[in-house]
């Protein structure tokens, strides 16, 4: 039903959180799972909980940000799975709810890095295979960050705003391949997020965004951005393109 069963699926920011519920489902899928992040013994832990059940599952280890990291993950995949027919662009990290004029170029430039350039580097790097295979699903974890300008900072906004840019245009670009390419656009998730905002300067917290951020309502499990992710990467998605799918609670309907 799901056509993921024996598939090559590559999963980034695999070793915890969204991306480590979303390869646990491709796994039960049949599907055979890349996992890739920085975090080496998060990695290494999914991939044990994939082949302790039964599942096929290899693990990269490394810095998105660097483009050797983002061509050792699809020739894994390439490699280890003979192709690749999914890619998840999924490794994300926090700002620090900075707004602009504090926003430091540090910080906008690992943002940007981390949560859209290196997702745009590992799409154009998957594409030739995809194209060569006339199909292939992407799916971004994008945010509801990517929707409004009250979910976060100023870089990590502006970085899921970009990511939204990327899923359309590429989906219209590659239309007729027989390539799809979609988002999901979450809302507050109970993961291991805020570990990656190192604390926030001083003059910022929930003040900052507090008044917006009522609308929040349920905090999901990451396990239900899971499930959208895997939908919209099978075959029940077949006519699906382009799509941001908020996964929300509602909050995007406020
Ligand atoms: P998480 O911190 O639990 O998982 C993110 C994973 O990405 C971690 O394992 C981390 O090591 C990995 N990672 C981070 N930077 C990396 C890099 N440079 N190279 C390789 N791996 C890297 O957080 P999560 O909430 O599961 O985050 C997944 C995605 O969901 C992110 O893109 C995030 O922006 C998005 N998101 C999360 C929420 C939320 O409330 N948790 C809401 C909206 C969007």
Request: overall charge negative.
């Given at each position: 039903?799901?056509?993921?069963?024996?598939?090559?699926?590559?999963?980034?920011?695999?070793?915890?959180?969204?991306?480590?519920?979303?390869?646990?489902?491709?796994?039960?899928e049949g599907a055979r799972v890349v996992v890739a992040d920085l975090n080496v013994d998060g990695a290494k832990a999914v991939v044990a909980e994939i082949e302790a059940a039964g599942g096929t599952a290899v693990a990269v280890t490394g810095d998105l940000s660097d483009p050797a990291m983002v061509e050792q993950v699809v020739s894994t995949a390439v490699d280890t799975f003979g192709g690749l027919d999914?890619?998840?662009?999924?490794?994300?990290?926090?700002?620090?709810?900075?707004?602009?004029?504090?926003?430091?170029?540090?910080?906008?430039?690992r943002l940007i890095r981390v949560n859209l350039t290196a997702p745009f580097q590992l799409t154009r790097a998957v594409l030739p295979h995809m194209l060569a295979k006339g199909k292939g699903a992407i799916v971004y974890t994008a945010s509801e960050a990517g929707l409004r300008g009250s979910a976060s900072g100023t870089a990590y906004t502006v970085s899921k705003h970009g990511i939204v840019g990327l899923t359309r245009?590429?989906?219209?670009?590659?239309?007729?391949?027989?390539?799809?390419?979609?988002?999901?656009?979450?809302?507050g998730t109970m993961t291991n997020i805020s570990a990656s905002m190192g604390g926030m300067p001083e003059g910022y917290g929930p003040q900052t965004l507090g008044p917006y951020m009522p609308n929040v309502g349920r905090i999901a499990e990451a396990d239900e951005q899971a499930a959208a992710i895997v939908f919209l990467a099978s075959d029940a998605a077949s006519n699906i393109n382009g799509v941001v799918l908020p996964v929300d609670n509602g909050w995007s309907a406020v």
């Open positions: 039903m799901t056509g993921l069963s024996g598939s090559s699926v590559v999963v980034t920011g695999a070793g915890s959180g969204i991306g480590r519920a979303a390869a646990l489902r491709f796994a039960e999914v890619l998840v662009n999924n490794a994300g990290i926090m700002d620090r709810m900075t707004a602009t004029a504090d926003v430091t170029d540090e910080e906008w430039e245009s590429t989906a219209i670009m590659y239309r007729n391949s027989g390539i799809r390419v979609n988002a999901i656009a979450p809302g």
